[in-house]
C-alpha cells in the first residue's frame, strides 16, 4: 500500500467517524441501522475502506470503525459492545469462554483476508534476506545480537550499528503472532524495544532511523522502507512476501486476518460480511495490499 492509500484510510476513517458521530448524537435515525466495528490495526484501514464503500452499496447502514488492538476488538465482543470484532490472530480458548459465558453466544470466526507478516529495514540497510533464528536472536529476552555488525552488515548512518528493535503494543495479535511463529510458545520479548499503537506507525519509524528493524502486516509496504525475504532455517530458500507466497502459505509468517461475531451473522450484520466476502468485498482487500480469501 503507498502513503496515498494510507492517507486516503485516515481520511476516511474521519469521515466514518464523524457520520456515526453526528447519527448518535442526533439520536440516530429510524430508517438508519449503525454497526460497532472495532480491533486489529492490521485490519483497521481495510476495514475503514470496506465501511466507506459499504455505505454505497447500502446507505442505510452505518459502520462505525475503530482500532485500538486485536485484544481490544475481542474484549468488547466479550462484552457485548460490538457487532462485529476485528483480529489479525485466532482467539484463545479462555477468550472463547469467556464470550459463551457473558453473551450466552458462542464466538464465531470469519476469514475476511490472508496477510503476511513483513520484516522491515532502512532502504539504506544492506540487508536482503533474515532467518527466523535471527529475528528471534534480535528480539528475543535471551537473543543476543545486538548490533547489525553480529548480522554481517554495516549500515550507513547508524552511528554506533546498534540494532533498534521496532515491536507493537502487547494487545496487538501480530505482536502475539510474531512472539509465537518466531520466538516460540512460552518465550517472550527483551525489554528495551520501541513498541508501536498502529502498523503504519511500525512502518513510519522504520523509514526514518537507519538502525531500525520492525515487523508489520504487508498492506502497510511502502517504497519508504525495505522489506526483507524470509527463511525458516539455513537450508530453506528465502521467500519474499507475495500475496503469491502468503496466499500459498509459503512465506513463514503468513496468517489469516478475521471478523468475529457473536454466534452466526444475522440481518445487516450478516449482509455486510456476505458482502465482505463477495468479489466487490475482495477487490477492496487485493486494492488494500493483503492477500484475499479465494
Excluded at 474521519?14 to 490495526?41: E, F, H, M, P, Y
Excluded at 470466526?109 to 540497510?125: C, G, L, M, T
Excluded at 494487545?171 to 503504519?200: H, I, W
Excluded at 504487508?218 to 502468503?246: F, H, N, Q, R, W
Aim: hydrophobic fraction near 35%; include cysteine; charge should be neutral.
Amino acid at each position: 500500500m503507498d502513503g496515498k492509500r494510507i492517507k486516503g484510510g485516515a481520511r476516511a476513517a474521519a469521515l466514518i467517524g464523524t457520520l456515526c458521530l453526528v447519527w448518535a448524537c442526533s439520536g440516530g435515525d429510524s430508517g438508519r441501522v449503525l454497526l460497532q466495528n472495532k480491533g486489529s490495526d492490521t485490519l483497521v484501514n481495510l476495514a475503514q475502506a470496506w465501511a466507506e464503500n459499504y455505505r454505497a452499496v447500502k446507505p442505510a447502514v452505518a459502520i462505525a470503525v475503530s482500532g485500538g488492538g486485536s485484544g481490544t476488538g475481542i474484549a468488547a465482543l466479550i462484552n457485548g459492545t460490538v457487532d462485529i470484532a476485528n483480529a489479525s490472530r485466532e482467539m484463545h480458548p479462555e477468550e472463547k469462554e469467556q464470550v459463551s459465558a457473558r453473551n450466552g453466544k458462542d464466538a464465531t470466526e470469519h476469514r475476511v483476508a490472508r496477510d503476511a507478516i513483513v520484516v522491515y529495514v532502512s532502504k539504506d540497510n544492506p540487508l536482503d534476506k533474515i532467518k527466523l533464528a535471527d529475528l528471534a536472536c534480535i528480539y528475543a529476552e535471551d537473543g543476543t545480537c545486538q548490533t547489525w555488525t553480529s548480522l554481517g552488515v554495516e549500515v550507513p548512518g547508524c552511528a554506533d550499528q546498534k540494532i533498534i528493535r521496532v515491536s507493537r503494543q502487547s494487545n496487538s495479535g501480530t505482536y502475539e503472532f510474531f512472539r509465537d511463529a518466531v520466538l516460540g510458545k512460552g518465550k517472550d520479548f527483551k525489554l528495551g524495544s520501541r513498541d508501536m499503537q498502529g502498523s503504519k506507525d511500525v512502518v513510519d519509524l522504520v523509514s526514518k532511523t537507519p538502525c531500525a528493524i520492525g515487523y508489520s502486516g504487508m498492506g502497510y509496504i511502502t517504497s519508504d522502507v525495505k522489506v526483507l525475504c524470509l527463511a525458516k532455517d539455513a537450508s530453506s530458500p528465502c521467500v519474499a512476501p507475495t500475496p503469491e507466497s502468503a496466499r500459498s502459505g509459503q512465506y513463514p509468517l503468513s496468517r489469516w486476518l478475521y471478523m468475529l461475531t457473536l454466534g452466526d451473522p444475522q440481518g445487516e450484520v450478516k449482509g455486510y460480511l456476505d458482502w465482505i466476502l463477495s468479489p466487490a468485498g475482495q477487490k477492496i482487500v487485493v486494492d488494500s495490499g493483503f492477500v484475499p480469501v479465494n
